[in-house]
């Protein structure tokens, strides 16, 4: 088992930018994949950031070249830099994690993810 545990959500204004961290405990040797998801009020949870054991990160197209995925030396925190945040990206933010028998795309579609964090709230106001 692996739990996850989500810290950095806020409030701030359109353009402004939030860190998220997420930490990793347990079984964390056995994940290949680890990612960031969202759900916003009425809307499908979507993948927006996924990167690998290899440090290889990621993006869906709505956050590329904005949000920025890393981990830590030991892999047991996931960051996400968010930058010149937007109004469309408040939503709850999920930290997960997966093995090593699916791939990124699968990932990003939530396809053999068995790890989740509680979530972290983000909102953006203009």
């Known amino acids: 088992q692996v739990q996850l545990v989500e810290s950095g959500g806020g409030s701030v204004q359109s353009g402004g930018s939030l860190r998220l961290s997420c930490a990793a405990s347990g079984r964390t040797g056995s994940t290949e994949y680890m990612g960031w998801f969202r759900q916003a009020p009425g809307k499908q949870r979507e993948g927006i950031a996924v990167?690998?054991?290899?440090?290889?990160?990621k993006y869906v197209d709505s956050v590329e070249g904005r949000f920025t995925v890393s981990q830590d030396g030991a892999k047991t925190t996931l960051y996400l830099q968010m930058n010149s945040l937007k109004p469309a990206d408040t939503a709850m933010y999920y930290c997960a994690a997966a093995g090593p028998f699916i791939d990124t795309s699968q990932f990003l579609r939530g396809i053999g993810v068995p790890y989740w964090g509680q979530g972290t709230q983000v909102t953006v106001s203009s």
């Open positions: 990167i690998n054991s290899r440090g290889i990160p």
